[in-house]
């Protein structure tokens, strides 16, 4: 079998400080001296079973350079460093696949590797897979992790109306979050609740708990019984929603990204406060995380002559949530979970009739547990 010539070398080249490697596909690898002897792949720098990096740092010679380098198509590369005369062994598969000339940092949760979404995406229905399916069919899991992944939420049906399956419905991707609500928390009407969730009432677009640090990450709802009228779910793609404000108005975005606020939830047994932004992006300026909640910004403290523009860029974000195009209406049938992205899905709820029941279990999970289940199954893909 010949080896693809994106995995074959044409030329090495270095300097003291530099490695250069000309790929037989045309492409460059400039790779510096000291991030080779960093990622050394020998034993007495990573541990052989593990993969985890023994060396520190300040292991590093503050004068290494590169003393030499040999290479052949079976072996990869040998590469001595001076002054310790330190030899390190690097195959090509792993050059090529590491060198940061040629790959972009792994980033699973920026907007940048996601697929936005709004009202008209879905024509061919919602994602939906069996629960049965989900739990026993690893094809199937795979399949709905992914769609969470790309589209930050997934629906299951079929789970049993049990009290408490939502949280079995949990095992099979993660773990659970506990909070001050429970592990387990009811979302239906009550008398003098301690959170408008727990009314008849609407609840206009919102992620839960921005209060929290660090905020649940994955919110599930499942319906035990709904004969209640109204009530309709409603999803907004919040990483959409944070895409059309930049390009609508750059500054407004800005101003949400810069000006970071306080989030305050409190009752008789809990006091809990952050100070983030409404939209947080990361190093490369790729949204990672939207948080919206009118209900529960605390009093808001910026600087005065950052109020008006503050509130110009918040109303346009709050403009752009509301509109019909974006969102997606669906009523929870008994049976039914949907799971979000509460970092980037914002959801919201029509109000509901006193006569008839709607009772909803919900919990929280984190993306970590997630991504982890999904990542080691499609090991078994490759
Ligand atoms: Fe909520």
Redesign the pocket.
């Known amino acids: 079998m010949t080896t693809p010539a994106s995995t074959r070398i044409s030329s090495v080249t270095h300097s003291e400080d530099l490695l250069v490697i000309e790929w037989a596909d045309g492409k460059t690898s400039r790779l510096d001296a000291l991030w080779l002897r960093d990622h050394c792949q020998m034993p007495a720098s990573r541990d052989p079973v593990n993969g985890q990096r023994l060396i520190n740092v300040i292991d590093i010679p503050e004068d290494l350079s590169i003393g030499g380098v040999s290479h052949n198509d079976n072996d990869g590369l040998e590469v001595t460093f001076l002054p310790e005369n330190h030899r390190s062994r690097f195959s090509t598969n792993w050059l090529r696949q590491n060198c940061y000339c040629l790959n972009a940092p792994f980033d699973d949760r920026s907007a940048r590797t996601k697929t936005l979404w709004q009202s008209d995406s879905f024509s061919g229905g919602l994602p939906c897979s069996d629960y049965a399916e989900f739990a026993n069919n690893r094809d199937c899991k795979i399949a709905a992790l992914r769609g969470f992944s790309d589209y930050g939420f997934a629906m299951l049906s079929g789970v049993p109306v049990d009290s408490g399956q939502v949280l079995d419905v949990i095992k099979h991707f993660g773990f659970s979050r506990n909070t001050n609500y429970g592990e387990l928390f009811e979302v239906r009407t009550e008398i003098n609740p301690n959170n408008l969730?727990y009314s008849n009432l609407g609840?206009g677009y919102?992620t839960?708990n921005p209060y929290r640090d660090p905020v649940p990450t994955i919110q599930l709802l499942h319906c035990l019984s709904n004969s209640a009228s109204g009530g309709d779910s409603i999803l907004v793609d919040g990483f959409r929603a944070a895409a059309l404000l930049k390009q609508e108005d750059p500054e407004h975005f800005t101003i949400l990204e810069e000006n970071w606020i306080n989030f305050r939830f409190s009752d008789a047994g809990a006091e809990l406060n952050s100070r983030v932004p409404i939209i947080e992006t990361n190093d490369l300026g790729h949204v990672v995380r939207v948080r919206y909640n009118n209900r529960s910004i605390a009093s808001l403290r910026l600087p005065e002559e950052k109020i008006r523009s503050f509130y110009a860029a918040y109303r346009h974000f709050a403009q752009i949530i509301e509109r019909d195009t974006l969102k997606i209406v669906f009523n929870l049938e008994p049976g039914q979970v949907v799971v979000f992205d509460n970092t980037r899905v914002m959801?919201a709820r029509t109000a509901f009739s006193a006569e008839g029941k709607r009772h909803l279990q919900g919990a929280n999970a984190d993306l970590d547990g997630l991504y982890s289940t999904l990542y080691v199954l499609q090991r078994g893909e490759q």
């Open positions: 969730a609840l919102h839960d959801h």
